[in-house]
């Protein structure tokens, strides 16, 4: 027994390491590749005073940003036992389990606190089209959208998962930001704030939204989708860059993100359970709950078939007597 208990503790902990030294890949070669593209952009590719961004740069910087995407589904790829089904459970996984119709109410009261707090405290203007805004749907896709498949998708759901949710979303934050730095040093790429505090404080935000979403779905299309339709709102209504304003409504969206989490862990939304977070007292009241719904449903097929029964019983008796009073 002893023996196979220590066999099973050093699977685990085998598991544990690979685990760790997948995530350390992650992060290495997101980071390596990003800054060599970002170093590539920069020097083979300087924009002069006047000219216009090379086409070959654009795309370059579009491969920059799907560099976590591209890693994390490579990694996945290489975690399946089964190569031949592998495409498939990963494609299954991210993008076709089904989602409860709370997550819709879920995202849409994150949106709408994040663009609400930014109207009242009048740090949005219009600052283009929005047939234009909608054409920068694709755009915004690549360079947002499927970048949560590496961060949510991916580290996310792997990163440090003994640790209370929202301070893997703190931690997660600050390793984005560091990976955002070499693409936000391309002088034409568009950032909301040169102050770089500012910048860690729209993406803490951004973070808690999206990590709280990502908690409590089964896919990543949700965050993928949520992603994408923020960033082509703020290409229409650009958010501005006051200290205070950004403050304020980062602090919001934390809360409020905090607020959805504390509903999902009371089971405020259906068959909702957050990740990172159980609780064992409401999840005994629901097995309780199931198990008096099934002797009540059971006690209500015995007496409609005692009833029943009963109906036969009279049924044949009043048949026999009026037979004897016929007779």
């Known amino acids: 027994m002893a023996k196979k208990q220590s066999g099973k503790s050093l699977n685990l902990k085998n598991l544990l390491e690979k685990q760790?030294?997948?995530?350390?890949?992650?992060i290495g070669s997101v980071y390596i590749v990003t800054m060599v593209l970002s170093l590539v952009i920069r020097l083979a590719f300087a924009q002069?005073?006047?000219?216009?961004?090379?086409?070959?740069?654009?795309?370059?910087?579009?491969?920059?940003?799907?560099?976590p995407a591209v890693t994390a589904l490579i990694l996945l790829f290489l975690?399946?036992?089964?190569?031949?089904?592998?495409?498939?459970?990963?494609?299954?996984?991210?993008?076709?389990?089904?989602?409860s119709p709370w997550i819709i109410v879920i995202t849409g009261t994150l949106f709408l606190v994040h663009f609400f707090g930014n109207a009242l405290l009048g740090n949005i203007t219009i600052s283009g089209n929005m047939l234009v805004s909608?054409?920068?749907?694709?755009?915004?896709?690549?360079?947002?959208?499927?970048?949560?498949?590496?961060w949510?998708?991916?580290f996310q759901t792997r990163f440090m998962p003994e640790l209370p949710l929202n301070l893997r979303l703190m931690v997660i934050s600050f390793v984005i930001l560091v990976w955002q730095i070499p693409i936000l040093s391309v002088s034409w790429a568009a950032k909301p704030t040169e102050n770089w505090i500012l910048l860690y404080l729209l993406l803490l935000g951004n973070t808690f939204m999206l990590g709280t979403?990502?908690?409590?779905?089964?896919?990543?299309?949700?965050?993928?989708?949520?992603a994408t339709v923020m960033n082509t709102w703020n290409n229409f209504f650009s958010v501005?860059?006051?200290?205070?304003?950004?403050l304020i409504i980062t602090v919001l969206e934390i809360v409020i993100s905090i607020m959805l989490q504390a509903g999902a862990f009371a089971g405020k939304f259906g068959n909702i359970t957050l990740e990172g977070i159980r609780n064992p007292e409401l999840e005994k009241q629901r097995r309780i709950q199931k198990r008096l719904e099934k002797k009540e449903q059971k006690a209500l097929r015995a007496r409609k078939k005692q009833r029943a029964k009963q109906e036969q019983e009279e049924v044949k008796a009043s048949v026999e007597e009026a037979e004897e009073t016929g007779e």
């Open 134 to 150: 909608i054409s920068y749907l694709p755009i915004a896709l690549f360079s947002f959208g499927l970048t949560e498949i590496g």
């Open 48 to 67: 002069r005073e006047g000219e216009a961004v090379s086409s070959t740069a654009m795309i370059l910087y579009f491969v920059m940003n799907l560099i």
């Open 240 to 246: 501005g860059g006051k200290w205070y304003a950004i």
């Open 213 to 226: 979403i990502r908690s409590m779905c089964k896919g990543v299309w949700v965050c993928i989708l949520f």
């Open 20 to 26: 760790e030294w997948m995530l350390l890949a992650f």
């Open 152 to 154: 949510r998708g991916y």
């Open 79 to 99: 975690e399946q036992k089964d190569k031949k089904k592998a495409v498939s459970h990963i494609i299954w996984e991210l993008f076709l389990a089904g989602e």
